[in-house]
Nanobody, 126 residues
Framework: EVHLVESGGGSVQVGGSLRLSCAAS????????VGWFRQAPGKEREGVSC????????YYLNSVAGRFTMSSDSTKSTLYLQMNSLKPEDTAVYYC???????????????????YGQGTQVTVSS
């Protein structure tokens, strides 16, 4: 059974940094695409970043490119999202997710994955 648990959320001021972690179990990273989604109040969930471990393809949402870095450590079965230069519009609940390898490419991220964690709140205040 696939299981994803996020941690590392919190409250920061504009320009600050946070590092989210996601402990994964029940699947092999190389067989899946893994990623991060977020959902702000009153808005639809959007894909932030993904990695397709089998070939290293990686995607970033335009609004976070250059500020966020996603990585994965298959030896620890853990995903990370390093978020720098945070802005108020980054405020959202962040979810890690796992899906089929075709869910992630250099220029795209499918908006529906198969498995999600419970989410962690990120709040950026000015």
């Amino acid at each position: 059974e696939v299981h994803l648990v996020e941690s590392g959320g919190g409250s920061v001021q504009v320009g600050g940094s946070l590092r989210l972690s996601c402990a994964a179990s029940g699947f092999t990273f190389e067989d899946f695409a893994v990623g991060w989604f977020r959902q702000a109040p009153g808005k639809e969930r959007e894909g932030v970043s993904c990695i397709r471990s089998s070939d290293g393809r990686r995607y970033y949402l335009n609004s976070v490119a250059g500020r966020f870095t996603m990585s994965s450590d298959s030896t620890k079965s853990t995903l990370y999202l390093q978020m720098n230069s945070l802005k108020p519009e980054d405020t959202a609940v962040y979810y890690c997710a796992a899906g089929y390898p075709s869910s992630c490419g250099d220029q795209y991220m499918v908006q529906g994955y198969d498995y999600y964690g419970q989410g962690t709140q990120v709040t950026v205040s000015s």
